[in-house]
């Protein structure tokens, strides 16, 4: 009969305690979502992605899900909402999450942005001003790369009357698409995106590339357990040091990442306000 309440306080005890336990295993369990700006088709993107998915899946030792959005403006959305744990997205972009809070910037590209101005390598077109009314495939209008590029085109004197027609695609690589098919007269893309199509012998050429950009961002949400937050970023950051991160680095044609510099993406928030 002493035994009783002893024996009561231990049932009391493992009521509170076997559920928080379980919650902590399904905490562990959860997979991870790393969110992918939408700058190539779904299925082009999740595929191309895929070795640095399956990269970190074994080095975090958690399931790591892909996903992206059908627009810019949803993917920022689901941004905005903490949807994703990981998200790999573009600087101007970067600076939204980063002002909410709700993620950190540690780490960007090896190589900074730029944005290609494409012509087919059958074309007569030698010099931008050539370009004058002519028809021009965009990624979506709220891409850093569409705006560097317009920009870009204006300063050589292309706006007024002596504008392109610009044709605003899904993506960089529909651009692209768009151009190859015979449907444009030149194309803008991301110079990482171009450097794909070329490694495929596409008929292509460039005409020119504008001034660079910060680069892509890697971001990781803030209430991510630190253990978590730091094994990503080491990850990263090392994963040309490791034979499974060379082998992904290649397949996706990357030279590797680094860590971010202080106010590493501060040059882009003139695009926020031309966006808005």
Not at 18 to 47: D, N, Y
Not at 125 to 138: F, N
Not at 217 to 234: G, H, M, N
């Amino acid at each position: 009969m002493h035994n009783k309440p002893h024996r009561m306080s231990l049932v009391l005890l493992l009521a509170i305690i076997f559920p928080m336990l379980c919650q902590a295993e399904t905490e562990q369990h959860k997979p991870l979502i790393f969110g992918f700006l939408p700058s190539r088709s779904i299925v082009t993107l999740l595929e191309h992605y895929q070795p640095l998915r399956e990269y970190l899946n074994h080095e975090l030792g958690q399931n790591v899900v892909s996903e992206s959005a059908p627009t810019y403006s949803e993917f920022v959305k689901n941004t905005a909402n903490r949807r994703y744990d990981f998200v790999l997205t573009a600087p101007h972009f970067a600076l939204l999450a980063i002002d909410s809070g709700k993620y950190q910037a540690p780490v960007t590209y090896t190589n900074t942005l730029k944005a290609d101005i494409l012509i087919s390598d059958k074309s007569n077109i030698s010099d931008l001003k050539q370009l004058a009314g002519k028809k021009i495939a965009i990624p979506p209008d709220k891409a850093i790369i569409s705006i560097a590029a317009r920009h870009y085109l204006q300063k050589h004197g292309l706006s007024g009357k002596k504008s392109p027609f610009y044709i605003v695609t899904n993506s960089h690589n529909a651009s692209i698409h768009a151009l190859l098919a015979g449907q444009v007269d030149a194309a803008v893309a991301s110079f990482n995106v171009t450097r794909q199509f070329t490694l495929q012998n596409a008929p292509l050429k460039k005409l020119a590339t504008t001034p660079t950009l910060p680069g892509m961002a890697f971001l990781v949400a803030s209430d991510l357990p630190e253990k978590t937050r730091q094994s990503f970023i080491k990850s990263l950051v090392g994963m040309n040091q490791t034979k499974h991160g060379s082998q992904a680095l290649k397949k996706m044609g990357y030279p590797g990442y680094r860590h971010s510099r202080k106010n590493e993406f501060e040059s882009a928030r003139s695009f926020l306000q031309i966006n808005n």
